[in-house]
């Protein structure tokens, strides 16, 4: 079928559906929050790449990725018409995404992407982001605990009065 619009205007037309995704997903990952108790999230903060939520004190961001606009392994269908100018918008979109974490991550975060069909399943993902959460905090402690004991262990060689 062919496409009864320009690429251009398809464009505009489907950025507009995904600007109203986003929000629709955004409040759905807000109530999974809720819903368990998921605590230190913001949201749309200034950083790289302009994670949907970020949690500062755990420096992990979150991104709710479209099933379409990220090219999802099960429901990242390409549409008939226009295709090459599909495949190249989206292949544009999944490289930019790539580029994302990469430099997150060199900038010490840690990143949480989250399809939008796995909102379906609120448990799982409120387990996937707690369990980085819980990572973090166990991090935290170990590093606390450890520079306790360093502490004592000085103190017995008599190297820190
Ligand atoms: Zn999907």
Same mark, same amino acid.
Request: net charge positive; hydrophobic share 40%.
């Given at each position: 079928?062919?496409?009864?619009?320009?690429?251009?205007?398809?464009?505009?037309?489907?950025?507009?559906?995904?600007?109203?995704?986003?929000?629709?997903?955004?409040?759905?990952?807000?109530?999974?929050f809720r819903?368990?108790?998921?605590?230190?999230?913001?949201?749309?903060?200034?950083?790289?790449?302009?994670?949907?939520?970020?949690?500062?004190?755990?420096?992990?961001?979150?991104?709710?990725?479209?099933?379409?606009?990220?090219?999802?392994?099960?429901?990242?269908?390409?549409?008939?018409?226009?295709?090459?100018?599909?495949?190249?918008? $989206?292949?544009?979109?999944?490289?930019?995404?790539?580029?994302?974490?990469?430099?997150?991550?060199? $900038?010490?975060?840690?990143?949480?992407?989250?399809?939008?069909?796995?909102?379906?399943?609120?448990?799982?993902?409120?387990?996937?982001?707690?369990?980085?959460?819980?990572?973090?905090?166990?991090? $935290?402690?170990?590093?606390?605990?450890?520079?306790?004991?360093?502490?004592?262990?000085?103190?017995?060689?008599?190297?820190?009065?």
């Open positions: 079928m062919a496409d009864m619009f320009s690429p251009k205007q398809r464009s505009e037309i489907m950025s507009k559906v995904k600007g109203r995704e986003n929000k629709a997903t955004e409040l759905r990952l807000i109530r999974v819903e368990f108790g998921i605590r230190g999230w913001r949201r749309r903060a200034k950083v790289f790449g302009k994670p949907d939520f970020i949690f500062p004190a755990a420096r992990l961001a979150v991104f709710v990725d479209g099933c379409f606009w990220h090219g999802c392994p099960i429901h990242g269908s390409l549409p008939i018409s226009n295709r090459t100018f599909w495949v190249r918008k $989206l292949s544009r979109n999944k490289l930019r995404d790539r580029v994302v974490r990469r430099k997150l991550k060199s $900038l010490g975060w840690s990143v949480l992407r989250i399809w939008q069909h796995e909102l379906h399943e609120p448990a799982k993902v409120a387990h996937r982001v707690s369990k980085l959460l819980f990572r973090y905090s166990a991090m $935290l402690k170990g590093r606390k605990e450890r520079s306790r004991t360093n502490r004592g262990h000085y103190t017995q060689l008599g190297l820190r009065k």
